[in-house]
């Protein structure tokens, strides 16, 4: 029996290493994304006014940029292709979102 028991432990060990190694720390929107920034949006309404965002295709929102040093938003070129990690607005406006990390690509 101790040499099945050994064995068991050793399966056990070997399981518990591969799904501790699978385990992914990030949630969905901490990921990084890719977005390009095109603009901004001067409308003055509830969900209008910001930087406009597109990420897959969508256009969010986004009512403040973050600097990470690589640029400055004020001056840079637009469209300008970042690398961001966001969270959605619970407001009810759907479009716009909160930028929690952002690069240039």
Do not use: H
């Not at 190694?21 to 990030?26: A, H, R, T």
């Not at 095109?38 to 600097?67: A, H, N």
């Amino acid at each position: 029996m101790t040499k099945l028991k050994k064995s068991m432990e050793k399966v056990f060990l070997l399981l518990s290493v591969i799904i501790l190694l699978s385990c992914d720390n990030q949630s969905a929107n901490d990921r990084p994304v890719s977005a390009t920034i095109t603009g901004f949006d001067y409308t003055y309404c509830g969900c209008c006014l910001g930087w406009i965002i597109m990420v897959d295709d969508i256009k969010y929102k986004v009512r403040q940029i973050p600097q990470d040093g690589n640029y400055k938003i004020d001056t840079a070129s637009l469209p300008l292709e970042v690398l961001i990690s966001f969270n959605k607005n619970t407001s009810n406006c759907s479009n716009i979102i909160e930028i929690t990390k952002i690069r240039k690509k």
